[in-house]
């Protein structure tokens, strides 16, 4: 069980930095040009999605493969983006991502 005071200082932080990454992007979205390739990529992506969900589920999950030091979350992280940049297809990404975790905790283990 998560202690109380650990868990609303990551509550309150997660929201700082999501208001953050918000208010970004709305007061820099008139400064900037991007590129049609990289305004297909964002658009899959919510701002509020990279700082509430990935953060915690990769970085403070203990994984079971000890050859990755416990970080196979963010091993696959990695490559799903780099799955996710070349593809652009989130259900693939999706389906990519997911099976290869699976696979690697499975031959590891």
């Given at each position: ?74 091993f696959i992280l990695i490559l799903a983006t780099v799955v996710a ?21 499975k031959v590891f283990q």
């Amino acid at each position: 069980m998560i202690a109380n005071g650990y868990f609303w200082t990551n509550i309150i932080l997660l929201t700082i930095g999501t208001f953050i990454i918000r208010a970004s992007f709305i007061a820099t979205s008139a400064k900037v040009q991007i590129s049609e390739r990289h305004r297909e990529i964002f658009s899959f992506i919510p701002a509020a999605i990279l700082p509430a969900l990935a953060v915690p589920l990769v970085f403070y999950h203990q994984g079971q493969v000890q050859a990755l030091l416990g970080k196979e979350r963010f091993f696959i992280l990695i490559l799903a983006t780099v799955v996710a940049f070349y593809s652009k297809k989130m259900t693939f990404t999706l389906i990519f991502g997911l099976s290869s975790l699976y696979l690697l905790i499975k031959v590891f283990q």
